[in-house]
């Protein structure tokens, strides 16, 4: 016997509109946490919101507190729903929102139920934004399936697999930060430019894997800048970025981090602008932050560290090009965060001890954080430079000194 799989018929019906909300007047019955998913996407479409409720979550009283809403804090009265052109029933109790469904049927006025969607006389469809695009689904009832097909077809258009565009990007170039090191770190915005690029310029700390998700048309050039050995001159990486822009490409620079944060980005941006080349910057989750992060070492902590210093290590503390003032930096008692300073790692040490540092101040080194080697090495400003040894320790590594890096999940209860 030969079986057949269809794909289910929806079981409600639903025709697909756009409403235009500007100014008009939309009732929501309960603040709670629903009301709170469902009131900023309101809230942005220009709709006069009127909440009915005798308490709220703090989001929403924010909102209200803010201008942004009107809150009349009391339940729901037969006729609340006067002159109104949309309706929320998310209240507590069902009896509440089947009376302002009802209420809502009389008066002819579309109303979403938020706890039997079926009872309703509209539906909120799975939504996302990308680029100026609202997409929405609707799967007849079936939420997880609406979500799903949603994520799939946002998560296409960002990587570009699906091509949103009605026109050719304009030539110029984007300066993306690609955070970390894992792909899933890039901002959502740097991930939807690169799905349209028609050349990318990457480096060596660059999320890998997002080079694999290019379309074969797309031209990618290697400048990684390895430490300590052979680099691409940036006077080279600029001129293949006006270069490439000047013969009508969209060129992304994918970087590391974040392209402000020792990345040399803004000289980039200086010369396309110099160039007459079109050039933004696309901010990306630095490394100073989010490798402690994934390392457990929170940068602050209440009654723990009040400042966050980040140094750039690629010159020497004796250095006559170094901008550093390190004596100052070893008076400090917060979080000092060292970049690029593995292989002068004893040289900053002994400097901060050399000016007070405590050298029992704890050091933590996280090396390829986010990665799937990454590791973690602890040890003191005394013996850290012994340790980074010891472990064979290489870039990229960010090192993460004073008393957060001995923190542990129970001291931070």
């Known amino acids: 016997m030969t079986t057949h799989s269809a794909t289910p018929e929806p079981a409600e019906h639903h025709y697909f509109a756009g409403l235009d909300l500007t100014g008009k007047r939309v009732v929501v019955v309960g603040a709670g946490t629903v009301a709170q998913?469902?009131?900023?996407?309101?809230?942005?479409?220009?709709?006069?919101?009127?909440?009915?409720?005798?308490?709220?979550?703090?989001?929403?009283?924010a909102m209200a507190e803010a201008g942004e809403l009107t809150w009349h804090r009391r339940r729901y009265a037969d006729g609340d729903l006067a002159d109104a052109w949309y309706a929320v029933a998310c209240a507590t109790g069902s009896e509440v929102n089947a009376a302002v469904a009802a209420e809502a049927d009389r008066e002819r006025i579309f109303c979403v139920r938020a706890d039997d969607a079926s009872q309703g006389t509209a539906v909120t469809p799975a939504v996302a934004e990308h680029d100026g695009l609202l997409?929405?689904?609707?799967a007849g009832g079936a939420h997880q399936r609406s979500a799903a097909v949603r994520d799939a077809l946002v998560e296409a258009l960002r990587t570009g697999v699906a091509d949103d565009r009605a026109?050719?990007?304009?030539?110029?170039?984007?300066?993306?930060?690609?955070g970390p090191g894992a792909p899933d770190l890039i901002t959502v915005r740097g991930r939807q430019l690169l799905g349209r690029a028609d050349v990318v310029i990457t480096d060596r700390l660059a999320p890998r894997e997002l080079l694999e998700e290019l379309g074969p048309h797309v031209e990618v050039v290697d400048a990684s800048k390895i430490p300590y050995g052979r680099a691409a001159n940036q006077?080279?990486?600029?001129s293949l970025l006006v270069e490439h822009a000047r013969a009508g490409k969209f060129v992304v620079r994918l970087k590391g981090g974040d392209p402000y944060?020792?990345?040399?980005?803004?000289?980039?941006?200086?010369?396309?602008?110099?160039?007459?080349?079109?050039?933004?910057?696309?901010?990306?989750?630095?490394?100073?932050?989010?490798?402690?992060?994934?390392?457990?070492?929170?940068?602050?902590?209440?009654?723990?560290?009040?400042?966050?210093?980040?140094?750039?290590?690629?010159?020497?503390?004796?250095?006559?090009?170094?901008?550093?003032?390190?004596?100052?930096?070893?008076?400090l008692k917060g979080t000092l965060v060292l970049m690029m300073a593995v292989k002068r790692?004893?040289?900053?040490?002994?400097?901060?001890?050399?000016?007070?540092?405590?050298p029992k101040s704890p050091v933590a080194i996280v090396q390829e954080g986010t990665m799937r080697t990454q590791a973690t090495v602890r040890s003191t400003l005394a013996e850290v430079?012994?340790?980074?040894?010891?472990?064979?320790?290489?870039p990229p590594a960010v090192i993460i000194i004073g008393p957060v890096a001995d923190l542990t999940p129970q001291s931070r209860r």
Not at 278 to 292: D, E, L, M, N, W
Request: a negative charge; proline letters at 8%; glycine letters at 10%.
């Open 167 to 178: 026109e050719p990007p304009v030539p110029g170039v984007a300066l993306v930060g690609g």
């Open 385 to 394: 430079a012994d340790a980074v040894a010891e472990q064979d320790v290489k």
């Open 345 to 358: 790692i004893g040289e900053f040490a002994a400097v901060l001890l050399e000016h007070g540092r405590d």
């Open 235 to 238: 006077d080279v990486i600029n």
């Open 37 to 61: 998913r469902r009131v900023p996407r309101l809230i942005n479409a220009g709709a006069r919101v009127e909440i009915v409720s005798p308490e709220a979550t703090p989001a929403v009283e």
């Open 135 to 138: 997409v929405g689904v609707l």
């Open 261 to 331: 944060v020792f990345g040399r980005g803004y000289e980039e941006l200086l010369a396309c602008v110099e160039a007459g080349v079109a050039v933004t910057a696309v901010p990306g989750i630095t490394s100073a932050f989010s490798v402690p992060a994934v390392a457990d070492v929170p940068v602050t902590h209440r009654g723990v560290a009040h400042e966050v210093v980040v140094v750039s290590g690629h010159v020497g503390p004796h250095d006559e090009t170094s901008l550093v003032d390190w004596p100052a930096l070893a008076k």
